[in-house]
């Protein structure tokens, strides 16, 4: 019972979690900063990334930029938010922009780069304006990855925002669940991993996968 809760001992944790309201205030609190944080993060990797993939020379500059952030372990990241902006939400957001910006990068970077060159020469062919070869085929070409890549953001954005609030946060789920584990609350521990299971299962089958069915 040290290490591990029942299924049972976890539904009452959830059950008990609910009826107090706990649940729902720290469900809203960490769900606030993953949006924020992903909105931020995922539209500047976004951004970006096209303007990489069409511009070598952007793209070699900001490839230094793109290794650091995708080889500096996130508590490292975690660390350094906490000690420039304290506790609280702006670190958290940060943690989670910083993580998820470089991987909305590399697969946006790498759709416009997989485009058939064979349409981009039609558009110079037929002299399409620039903005036109951008939204009929950069766009679409980019669009596979990208939303490839704000899965794989979201994912990775849960776990960042968790750890930004085990370490530097007062509140959240990360939060409670830190304080669950330092009491030694297995029960209560267990029912908020299920509460972030269920979260990125809603995010990814009640938004992500529609969303992409939508943009395709």
Known sequence: PIFIASPLQTAKALGRLAADGSLWTQLLITLKRLVIGLVIGAGL????????????RLRSFLEPVRWVGMTVPAVVIAVLALLWFGLGDLSVIFVVTAIVAPSMYVNTTSGVLAIDPRLVELGRVYRFPRWLRFTEIYLPGAAVPALAGLTLATGIGVRAVVLAEVLGAMSGIGHAFGRAKSNLEMPEVYAWIVLLLVLMAALEFGILRPLKRRVL
Do not use: C, I
Not at 45 to 56: E, N
């Open 45 to 56: 990797g976004w951004t970006v990334g096209l303007f990489a993939g069409l511009s070598p």
